[in-house]
């Protein structure tokens, strides 16, 4: 079952909020992150996504100093409040990461509290619950010591390009890969869909489709694929990495 997320943040924020996509997409949500994107030069994109939508999208608002007195983040919230049509729901999660005023138009509903650092995996946990990402599926499409996240980097284009996977277990949730490196100094995060194919210890993963993450424009078809293996150990994958070009590159992903 995959949710819709749109990720409302300042600027200032973007650490905070590049960890929250990346965790959230590894979970199988569709997630749209970028407070330019979510301005008002940008409202017939939004008008678009929304469309393609069947029915649920969550507005998860990050909350600190930086967002709180915001009037750019209320327009925004706003907007996207007003897309809501007979069928459609849309639904309010506030992120807290920073000691703040909550806005008046987010009185009384539940939010997620991050203040804590070191409570991050247990509160995303609950986030995950309540999205309903935590019980998708109707039943295992990969056997136990496949499924998870998994973290590698390889070299692609003559650079070193980190990234995480997640081989899902369920056949709603697709398998996806985020890749991070850096383009003229600045991040970039692509989301990678998997089709994913087994046989004993051996892995092929062929990505489809792919997607800037930080700016949730699609771009097209990737016909990347990896033919892996599992190590001795359990906890490797190990094998070759061939681009849409024929070029192949040595790979390793381990356990996260």
Known sequence: MSQTVFLIHDVKDKPFARQMAIALSLAGATVWLDEAELGDASNALIKDVFKAVLDHVYLAVILSPNSAGSESLRRQVAFLLKQQVPGFAITLLPLLIKDCPIPAFMAGKRFADFRKPEGFAIMLKKVLIFLGLESAGIGPLLPAD??????????????????????????????????????????TIVEQELDVLFSGNGVKLIGTRYRLLERGISLGWNLDRFNLSIGESGKTLEGIFTDKKGIQSSLLFKRA
């Open 146 to 187: 496949l499924t998870g996240t998994w973290q590698g980097a390889w070299v692609w284009c003559g650079r070193q390009r980190d990234a995480d996977m997640f081989l899902s277990s369920w056949p709603t949730i697709p398998s996806r890969m985020i890749i991070r490196y850096l383009k003229s100094g600045v991040l």
